[in-house]
Each structure stands twice: as C-alpha cells, then as structure tokens.
DNA sequence: CGGTTACATGAAACCGGTTACATGACATGG
DNA sequence: CCATGTCATGTAACCGGTTTCATGTAACCG
C-alpha cells in the first residue's frame, strides 16, 4: 500500500530488481542480503502489488469462474454448489490460486456470445471454470475459443485447451435400473431431466441399457420429462400414475424431482416403497431426510469440484495436451424408498 | 491479448491518450475520432487489461469474498450459502463489479491473523464481504483494520469503513416465542446455536424476552446447546425429552437442528405437532419437504445478499460514513409442525 | 483585429512490479 | 599471471494502461 518495492530498495540500499529476486527466485540472492530484505520488507509492512506483478508476468494467479446467476437465463441454480465450491476453493487454494467469478462483461450487450470471454480476456485469468448445468448459452459455448485453459462441469467441451468432469451419468442409469431390477420390479417408469441436454440423456440411456439387458423395456408412456425441480416431478409423477397398468417403479432423474414424485405418490395414497418405489439421482441433502429416505445414486460432489480444480492446474502447468475428461463414478445408496 | 491501446492508437493515427480517453470519457472526444477508435478497436478485438488499469487507477472492480473453506476450521459451512452468492453476484455484477474468492496468504503462516488482511491488500480489492457463520477467527476480525471497506454477515463488525448485514435474529427468536404462545404453549424448551456465538445468543434472547412477557421463564434444563448442524439437534432433543415435566414445544435455533429435533422426537414415539411441537430458524430448502413440514422463523436469503452488496458498493462511492448497519426483519412460515 | 476561451489532442510521467543483459568481484586452473 | 567461470548485484527496458499539463486550432467578443 503505502511502501513500494522501491521503497523496500530504497531503505535496503540494494536496487529493485534485488528485492524483486528475495521474493522469486530467493536462491540466487546472497543470504545475508536476502535476510536484510526481508526484515526491512516485515518491517515496514510491504506486500507485492498483484496488479503490477500480472502486468509484467502475464500470469494473475486467478482462476476464472463462470456461473450464471441471471435468473432469467437457465442453468443458474445447481443442485449441490456449494460442495463444489468448497473443494474447488480448496483445492485452489492450496495451491495459491484466487477464484474470480466473472460478471458478464457490460460492454459486449446483455446477449452477445462475448459476454464471459471479455471478461476472462480483461481479467488475465490464467484458467477457467464453467459451472453451468446443462444450458448451452453461447456465451459459455463460446469460452471453447478462449487460448486460456478451461474446464467445465457437466458439459461437454473439449478444445486444444479445453476439458470437463462429468458423474458417470450413464453408469449412474445402469446402477438406477440395476437395483430396481434386483427389487424384483418388472414394470418401470421415468422421469427424465430437460432432454436434449448431456446429463439427462445419459442417465436415461443407462438406464434403459441395462433394463433392455434383462428383457425390460420402457414404453413411451412410462417416459416424463421433468426440469430438475421439485414441481416438475411432482407434475409428471401425476401424469405417470395415471397410466395403468402402473409401473412399480420410478426412477427419477434428480433427487428434487423424485422428492416431487414422492409427494405426489403420498398424495394418490400410495405407499413407498409398498406401492411404488422410488429411486433419485444425485444424493442432496433433503434425500436423507424425507421420510422414508430418498434412494438414490450419488454424485461425488467434493470429488467434483477437486477433479475440475486439479485439471486446471494441469493445464496451467502447460502440458502440451489437455486432459482427458473425468468422470467420476457414481454410488448406490440404498434408503427406505425402495 | 494481442493487441494493446498503443496498437489502437497507432492504426487510428492517434495518441493512447485519446484511446483511453474514448473509452473512459467519451465525452471530452470529437465524434469522428471516437467512432474511429471504436471501429479500429472492434475490428482488431482490442480489450484494456484490467491489470494495467488497476495498476494505473488504484480501483480493480473487484470485491474480495473472505469464506475460509478450511474444512478443520469453524464456520466454513453455511445454510443457505447459495442464495446468499447468487444474490451477492448479481447485485455486484449489475454495477460491473467482479467478486474474488481470496485464498489465504500463504507466505503468512496458515494462522497468521494476517493471512486474509495480506491478500486483501495484495490484490487491490476495492471491498471486502466477509461469510463466516459466527467464528472469531483473528484473520477475519483483523479485517476490520484493513484501509478497505467491509461488510460482514452475521458478524458485529464495526469500525471507520465497516459494517455489517444481519437478520434480526432477537426479532425471530420473540416471533417463536409469540407463535407458540398463541398456539397455546406454556412450557416450552429451546436448542441454541453454539453459545457464544452472536446469532445464537440473540435467538435466545429474543425467545426469552417475550416467554418472559407472558409469564413464561425458561428453565435451565429446558435449555441445550447444538452447534448447528444436525446430529446435534438430535442429541439435544433426546437431552430435552428425558426432563419431566416434559416441555410441549420445541424452539431449536436452526432448521437443521430442528430436522434432528424432530427425527428425534419421532424416534421417541411422538407425533408432531400434537405430542409436541417444533419450530426452527433460517427457512431451508429441507424445511419444507420434511413432513409434516417443519413451521420456522425465515431469513430474507436474498435480502442479505443484496443489502451487503449495496452497503459494499456504498462504500465504494466514498460516502464520508459508512452505511448503518442493516438488520432484515424475518417472518413467521407456520407449516406442521406446530 | 487582438485577446479570450473552449475544445480536441498529444507528450510524457507514472503506477509497481519483472527480467534480459551488463558489470564487477572473486576464485580457479593452466 | 592471465584467461575463464561463477556469483551477486545493478541498469534499464518493458508490461499496458491513466492522467496532468502543454499545445494548437477555431470560435467568439468587444
């Protein structure tokens, strides 16, 4: 703030570029200058000025984090953020790296596709992470042509400096449909997240793969479409109980979902799991709370957020290619609702 | 990235002076050079390197985000972290402000309380908001020595250029007590926060001031001590139902708690609300899909949010006193459990 | 018509670091 | 004893902007 490394040169009587070395490359000082510098440098309150370092290395020591937070737009809410955010910061930080969350640049138009790589470009961060669930906004599509390392959740996105982690999201179906099968149920149904998006299809196409594999196929009409929320599971759970004959199994897609189906179960008088079992995706809180406890396939989520933090650090330490996707498995948690 | 403001001037034929001058007062340029600059510049993707305008200008637009995730230290989790970032975000984002999650200065030893003040200045934040649920970790409090403004949540935080955003927890803990009263109650116990703690003491306080005006004084024993999370509600429950006479309502300071309260109590063979009715505090998602649903005192999540960004920003316009502290009135949500 | 004034622009210092290169001291070895 | 190498340090250019001050031009006024 107030003290300069010119001022830390100054009261040393060595030149800047001295100090400078006591702080970078400290094996090349002499130890009685270096033990000089830095007791004056404690003494008198001097930190390196961050700005003024990224300037001339071209290296911030932040990492950009892109997450949408305009409600108007889709994809903002995320089911287990925080546990993301909290192994992600971690494992950053451990390694001294800043998380920047980029508001969306204002002068490229509330719409146009540049929105974050402006913002990214501006802010000299040294890599990227998109939290984005699924929506395929251009202006995070467009982060695929930025020359910074990038990694994204959930999304499918490779590039020369481009990678993601995913859940097994498939795996995820198979072990959905598996269990149910081992429950001796013959007739299922589901509740699929928004469909063109990559994490609904896969788990739905898991999940029919290995219902296929014992003979089981899933009719057209024992398909819902729900959005990940609550009220879409309750709504298509209604709409799934009115077939008959009826299925003696759901598997919903995401854990809000199924606890709207749950509900709307409860409400048709229906009993769980006598009357109709029900098996989730993802394993977020509430699933362990309602009553009798949400079935569920879990995703990793600190694993999640350690795995797309040390893939970006790979990268920021420039191994010419990227690395390959993660994905991390997913695991059968049995409750009461099966 | 390739191109810097000497590259604009130098295809427009003009100073950088009048580069910077275009895009920071447009105002004070002809039309003609202007529109130039602006063509030149759109057609070769010029964008300024926010390192070598803070550098220049002392401002980074950045606020600095001081959460410590330090899984072995108190308050790294928060109930409702979410809404709180996602309201925090877009009110900052509005006004072009970015939010930097600071990762604690390395070089200043892991509990040096100096290890957040140190980043904080390193990186030329303008602003600081402080999430840290209740610890009285020295770093944190060393903040509000920092020349940088500051707004903390839920922490009586007060100094030249610092203040703080909290829900009125005294008010939430008199609206408990006034609901159970109306419901009739008479002798009523209560689950705390962990106790020295500022949010805690004011619950109970609020609680206790209004039993007090109606006749009603809380016993000693109808009296325990969680820690916020879950399985301590569950202790404390089961501690509260082994007195005789046993109380006939349950005031627990947090939902969590309150989610163990209420499983305890089922546990024991009682139903809610009729053997015995629960209330909670902070209006979490679960507290809504636990059946019978669980009534509580909730906190404006977004509110927060949004009032510690605006004390943050009104700060920034370097208004001579920092803003008053802010206190967000909670509100009654009656489900079933009472 | 000379003197103000307003306006648009340029020159250059400055923000606070890093680093390529130069320099000087000293030790080493042939 | 001189050429060579090593080590510690200094000099100065550079990163990419902002901003003060000076300058030149044209409009305005009495």
Redesign the interface.
Known sequence: ?VSSIREVARRCGVSVATVSRVFNTPEVVSRRTRQLVLDIAAEIGY??????R??ATKK?N?VG?V?D???RRPG???PF??DI??AL??A??AQ?????????D?NAGPDSGQRFL??V????VDGVVVIDNGSRDPAVLALADA?VPCVALDLRFTGPVCTYVTSDNAGGGRQAAQHLIERGHRHVATITGPMPTWPAVQRLDGFRETLAASGITLADHDVAAGDWYLDSGYTAMRQLLSRSPRATAVFAAGDEMA?GAMRAAHEAGLRIPDDIAIIGFDDI??AA???PGLTTIAQDKTGIGTAAAEAVMAMLQGSAAPPEPTTLPTSLIVRGST
Chains 1, 2 share one sequence.
């Not at 930190?47 to 003024?52: C, K």
């Not at 470009?121 to 000299?124: E, Q, T």
Request: glycine fraction near 2%; charge should be positive; aromatic fraction near 4%.
């Open positions: 703030m930190l390196p000025n961050e700005s003024a990224t300037l911030s932040m984090l997450w937070t305009d409600h903002w809410r995320h953020l925080q955010l909290v910061k971690s950053l930080s001294g790296l800043h998380l920047l969350m980029l508001a969306p204002r402006r913002a470009h501006r802010h000299n020359a606890v809180e509430v709370l309602v009553p």
